[in-house]
């Protein structure tokens, strides 16, 4: 290899662009991270397979037990969320997409290369957020309404079915949705206080399913309290259209606002150990 | 540029860097030297900005590396080989490094160019040599064309090629006048590479100075002596105030004295010479000696008083 050629510069010859760095070439940067690695192809990939098809297979499962099914159960069967409850499974995948997002840069080393380009550290995960959240958003909503579709048409009569017109149908698409790009971004906020990738996967698995596990597990009266709390019911109430923030459960969007106040809480958490913790 | 004071680094009860104060100038290669462990990436991440230091502080440009309007620009660092993502293309990581500091395409292109990856740039980097990775690194610290460069052990990984072609490149961005500071623990590639060393033992400075003076300074000259009549001769040498030490391979080092009075000196006893040879210590034993200083926290003399006490 022959010497490079390097441009040559004088010492204060160097004519920097004007203003500085900012949101806008981060936001630029943060979308380039996520579409030049697989993991995000696979994650939402995944999110949109498993979302549509489950919700597919359970109205199509429903549709066929219909005859058969008691008068009881055909009275509290809710169209809506039998087609939206396969997005519990997706929440999976967008967590650990939200997770991956701040945890491969520790995992691979890039973060240190991230800080160098811009070392104002709450700035870049902010821009992290808003790219992850956009994404995650755009892909929730699109598995959420295809589902909602597919499943009600799946669920023709003489079963009985929504469409978006039928009361708090809408409502429950476009909530769960949201609650899907929520949960991403909450896992996001894990993952930045956490730093590793197995240790935040477990602390977002732990919190989504174990923990209402050990919930059920106590006595009734401590269970009744706290279990409204929990994001996984208040994903589930935001599925259904019959829900009405019952006794033991928020209102959907009370509940859709819990999880905000969370993830709002563990990114700004996330934001302040960025700058204190060395990178 | 790049300035230090007092720059202090603690984990925990360890000292990792300890009141180091320095300065990196512009228009020449300026090597950081010292054994692993010594605190060279630790200096390097604090100039970056990256760890914060516990006390003391350093800039680049009169800045701190926070404070850079655009960081790319004034500032490229290669600070570990193959710190890339391995599902992203090597063009895909300098492009995202780019972004943020509004770099165009044509500037990725050049850099792959210029480090010699434009044929794999779309490939996966996880496939990557670490000679390869290296490289990538290299091109990323480029990629903001920046006055000052910092390379922290940047040949690890390359074959011979490759390494000239480091030096070469080093040497070249320092002509243009650029501030090129380049850690190693190899004091021989430094004294091929940098005009300038900056030595650390234990996080402390030990020297500042010139590649040059480093070798001139050493207090390791001296003079080897192969003789049937040794300890005749070392008595004498002795009496007359030289400090020698028989090495293992049977030769006797004799310092204070030099060739010439060694050699009249033997020819008053009488006593045959079989060997009469100045040495002057090699950067590398010039550099050891500095740095195990520091290791066993001694003064200088250290190596002389090992000797006479073994005479005696």
């Known amino acids: 290899m022959s010497t490079p ?275 | 540029m790049i300035e230090a004071t007092s720059l202090t680094k603690r984990y925990g009860d360890k000292l990792a860097v300890d009141q180091l104060s320095f300065g990196v100038r512009a228009g020449v290669v300026t090597g950081f030297l010292g054994p692993n462990g010594a605190g060279k990436s630790t200096t390097m991440r604090m100039i970056m900005g990256l760890d914060a230091p516990s006390s003391g502080g350093v800039t680049v440009n009169g800045r701190h590396y926070h404070d850079l309007p655009w960081p790319l620009h004034e500032v490229g660092a290669l600070l570990e080989a193959k710190a890339i993502h391995p599902g992203r293309s090597a063009r895909a990581h300098l492009q995202m490094l780019a972004e943020v500091n509004q770099i165009g395409r044509a500037r990725v292109d050049e850099v792959l160019e210029i480090v010699g990856l434009t044929s794999v740039a779309g490939q996966r980097a996880g496939k990557f040599s670490l000679g390869m990775g290296q490289r990538l690194g290299i091109a990323a610290a480029l990629l903001g064309d920046p006055e000052v460069l910092l390379f922290d052990e940047p040949v690890n990984g390359l074959d011979p090629d490759g390494i000239r072609w480091v030096r070469n490149l080093l040497r070249g961005l320092a002509s243009e006048g650029r501030t090129v500071f380049v850690s190693s623990h190899l004091m021989s590639e430094m004294a091929l590479t940098a005009d300038e060393v900056i030595i650390i033992g234990q996080g402390r400075l030990i020297a500042q100075l010139p590649t040059g003076e480093l070798l001139a300074q050493s207090s390791q000259r001296f003079v080897r002596v192969r003789s049937p009549g040794l300890a005749v001769l070392q008595a004498r040498l002795d009496h007359e105030g030289a400090l020698t030490a028989v090495e293992e391979d049977g030769s006797l080092s004799v310092r204070g004295l030099d060739e010439v009075a060694i050699g009249e000196l033997a020819a008053t006893i009488p006593v045959v010479l079989h060997e009469l040879a100045p040495q002057s210590a090699s950067l590398e034993e010039a550099y050891m000696e500095l740095t195990e200083d520091s290791v066993e926290f001694h003064g200088g003399e250290t190596s002389m008083t090992m000797s006479t006490g073994e005479r005696a």
Not at chain 1, 5 to 17: C, D, F
Not at chain 1, 47 to 74: C, F, K, N, Q, Y
Request: glycine share 10%; hydrophobic share 50%.
């Open chain 1, 5 to 279: 050629a390097v441009n040559p510069v004088g010492t204060s010859m160097k004519i920097l662009p004007t203003g500085h760095y900012g949101i806008s070439g981060l936001l630029r940067s943060e979308w380039t991270k996520l579409r030049t690695v697989r993991s995000t192809m696979w994650t939402l990939g995944i999110t949109v397979v498993i979302g549509i098809g489950i919700s597919a297979l359970a109205t199509a499962e429903t549709r066929s037990h219909w005859a058969t099914m008691s008068p009881g159960d055909r009275l509290s069967f809710d169209p809506t969320s039998t087609s939206l409850t396969a997005l519990l499974f997706c929440q999976l995948a967008i967590g650990v997409l939200g997770v991956l997002v701040m945890s491969a840069e520790y995992g691979t080393g890039t973060i240190r290369a991230t800080f160098s380009a811009a070392p104002r550290r709450p700035l870049v995960l902010a821009a992290k957020g808003a790219v992850f959240g956009a994404v995650a958003l755009v892909v929730s909503e699109v598995v959420a309404f295809v589902s909602f579709l597919v499943g009600q048409a799946l669920l023709s009569a003489p079963a009985a079915h929504a469409s978006l017109s039928t009361p708090g149908a809408l409502r429950a698409v476009v909530g769960t949705g949201l609650y899907l790009a929520v949960i991403g971004l909450f896992a996001l906020g894990l993952a930045t206080v956490i730093r590793h990738t197995a240790g935040a996967i477990s602390a977002f698995v732990g919190i989504l399913l174990v923990v209402p596990i050990i919930v059920q597990a106590l006595p009734n009266s401590i269970q009744e309290g706290i279990r409204r709390f929990l994001p996984l019911r208040i994903g589930v109430e935001m599925m259904s259209v019959n829900s009405g923030g019952g006794l033991h459960s928020f209102a959907p969007w009370t509940g859709l606002f819990v999880l905000c106040a969370y993830t709002a809480v563990l990114l700004a958490i996330g934001g302040v150990l960025l700058v204190s913790r060395d990178a």
